[in-house]
């Protein structure tokens, strides 16, 4: 935000009239390519033309800010000089295609939703857009909080942003190749015994491939078509099924063209997540020709097995497919804490039941995060939603949400969510924590990711059948295997995803490249996560749902106290105060809070030491200013800034 002498800088220097061509040159745009004018227009002008046609738009109207007198007069957000010296370095790094140029979006956005007033555009508007462009593009940022904060958590960008109209597929995809870049395993040692073997199913799996080796002749499956293209391969699947797979219970079936009920992308793993929040990890197959290789993907990344020619290995093939077909729901990844009955789904937590609202009231849209989701919940026969029952994945060196509510709630702190249990989730007798998922295992150094080599385009016909195939579960009376086939996609056919972009890797990845390691007790590679389950109450509304301005102002004075609350008498700092970190509630009684904190996912106690968790995780743009700077959080009695709602102006 400006501060009040950048205000009096703006309102002194306006913006002249060549921002105004700038409005001019996207109608026209939008008008040679068909776009009807509507909302969404900067968003789908960016999305269909050719990148030289998008850099028309966006460079005028860098130029034009350029040579604004207030640009010379504002001081920089990343260097010593003016904001011009930004909007320069930022023209060059466009032009030179070191940054995406989607990223100007909002830019564009917001001087074409300005309107003329006068002789001047809503500039203060326009240079708030300005200074976030450049403090969040500019390649000196990332790389100045990197060298400063030795003692910090590192930060790591992932997919969890890019929602609903945000998700244009070039920009989530790129989002999920920095996700997932450091934390991709390839050819894991153990994997097929460790997935396969020694199950309560391995015999029956062993009878299914004796009775498939009819089907098997002169070393080749039988109707396996040349060249094994998608529907030829899709329909040779779907009739090796029938013949050796009928009568399990589970089917696999075809959705090439389709995305899963629930899910607003297409992009597999992540759409899998997306559509089935409560998941624990997912597993997978990719056939390229005739070679197979099983994945898994947990929110700490993705590993894969050895791959081996199903021709080659028809065993070891048939045993596969009939074992993911066999597995139990909590094997194929689901979260079997969560029980379901005739009203619907439910926990039972300090032996209370608690009922959960059939939708979830949020969920991440990430593969590699903490996959926060939360319900509404209701205690035994209540007909009122009271309660919020989070899911979550934080790291295992992070200090619990759940142990920090229950000491603020023991040391009377006032207008926050109350704890009312926390617990680790434990699956089949185990400790529901990647850890577990990965033992007896050998991983070796991470897989470099190319841009090109997970997500290519699905519409050029290919030489080689590529499927991919998420395994998921359905929890209705049949039991069907809730499965995912990806689209045709051209298949290169090289057993590697090729280099990452060098620029990014060098400057943004932390992931450490060992030589061949053989457990994964001799070296920690992936972050381990912790399931964990946290009941709060009361339920309530986002911030944004206000009803009046009383009603907000009232919301944000109790959350104020709350957090005043919480730091004088629990000794916690909230470390992450967002818009969506503070609720409405509903008023019970009358004198309960009208607004609470919640979210105490990165909070800690004031006197303890530095957690040990590799990523940074938080609201970018609601950071602390000395943790951006890479000095950290204030390791003393913290400054508090308390908002003074004058409750007069607005008769309160």
């Not at 590192?154 to 109209?165: A, D, L, N, V, Y």
């Amino acid at each position: 935000m400006a501060t009040a002498s950048e205000l009096d800088i703006i309102r002194c220097n306006p913006m002249k009239e060549r921002v105004g061509d700038f409005h001019h040159l996207f109608e026209s745009t939008w008008s040679d390519l068909g776009v009807a004018l509507s909302s969404s227009a900067v968003q789908i002008v960016f999305a269909t033309a050719d990148t030289p046609v998008v850099q028309k738009l966006v460079f005028p109207i860098i130029k034009a800010l350029i040579i604004e007198l207030a640009a010379d007069a504002l001081p920089s957000r990343i260097v010593n000089g003016p904001v011009s010296s930004d909007l320069s370095l930022l023209f060059a790094h466009i032009s030179s295609n070191r940054l995406d140029i989607a990223l100007a979006i909002p830019l564009v956005e917001q001087i074409v939703s300005s309107k003329l007033d006068g002789s001047t555009w809503n500039d203060a508007d326009i240079w708030h857009v300005v200074f976030e462009l450049v403090s969040r593009t500019n390649p000196a940022t990332p790389s100045t909080v990197l060298q400063k904060a030795v003692f910090d958590t590192p930060i790591r960008s992932c997919s969890i942003s890019q929602r609903g109209t945000k998700q244009i597929h070039d920009e989530v995809d790129q989002r999920i190749l920095e996700e997932l870049t450091g934390r991709v395993y390839s050819d894991v040692g153990g994997f097929f015994e460790r997935y396969f073997e020694g199950k309560t199913w391995t015999n029956k799996a062993g009878s299914i491939y004796e009775e498939s080796r009819a089907q098997y002749t002169e070393g080749r499956w039988r109707e396996w078509p040349e060249p094994p293209t998608q529907i030829p391969f899709f329909k040779w699947f779907l009739e090796i099924q029938d013949t050796i797979l009928s009568g399990l219970g589970r089917r696999y079936y075809t959705s090439p063209n389709k995305a899963l009920g629930g899910s607003d992308t297409d992009r597999y793993a992540r759409e899998v997540f997306g559509s089935q929040p409560e998941r624990r990890f997912i597993s997978g197959f990719t056939i390229c020709g005739s070679i197979i290789r099983l994945w898994i993907f947990d929110r700490s990344g993705t590993y894969s097995s050895e791959k081996f020619d199903i021709h080659k290995e028809p065993e070891r093939f048939i045993r596969v497919i009939a074992g993911y077909t066999l597995m139990t729901d909590a094997e194929l990844g689901l979260n079997t804490f969560i029980k379901h009955d005739s009203n619907g789904k439910y926990i039972v937590v300090r032996d209370v039941r608690i009922s959960l609202e059939d939708k979830p009231i949020f969920s991440t849209k990430a593969i590699v995060c903490r996959g926060t989701t939360c319900y509404r919940g209701r205690r035994g026969d209540s007909t009122e939603w009271e309660n919020v029952v989070k899911f979550a994945w934080p790291s295992d060196k992070r200090e619990r949400e759940g142990e920090l509510l229950k000491l603020a709630k023991e040391r009377g702190v006032t207008n926050i969510a109350m704890w009312f249990s926390h617990e680790q989730i434990v699956i089949d007798g185990y400790p529901d924590i990647i850890s577990h998922f990965r033992r007896e295992m050998k991983f070796r150094t991470t897989r470099k990711l190319s841009s090109k080599a997970l997500w290519v385009d699905s519409n050029q016909k290919s030489s080689r059948a590529y499927s991919q195939t998420c395994l998921g579960g359905n929890t209705g009376s049949e039991g069907e295997l809730d499965a995912t086939v990806a689209h045709g996609i051209q298949e290169t056919f090289v057993d590697s995803l090729a280099e990452c972009r060098n620029e990014w890797q060098r400057k943004n990845v932390d992931c450490k490249q060992e030589a061949e390691t053989e457990s994964l007790t001799d070296y920690e590679m992936y972050g381990n996560r912790v399931n964990y389950c946290l009941v709060t109450s009361p339920a309530g509304r986002p911030l944004r749902e206000y009803q009046s301005v009383r009603e907000l102002l009232e919301a944000l004075r109790d959350a104020i106290r709350g957090h005043r609350s919480l730091l004088e008498d629990g000794r916690i700092l909230h470390r992450d105060i967002s818009e969506n970190n503070i609720i409405i509630t509903e008023l019970p009684t009358k004198d309960a809070p009208k607004g609470r904190l919640i979210d105490f996912d990165l909070a800690k106690e004031l006197d303890s030491t530095p957690c040990e968790a590799r990523h940074r995780t938080g609201t970018m743009q609601f950071m602390a200013i000395e943790v951006l700077k890479g000095k950290g959080h204030i390791s003393t009695r913290p400054r508090v800034i308390f908002l003074r709602l004058h409750m007069d102006m607005y008769s309160i």
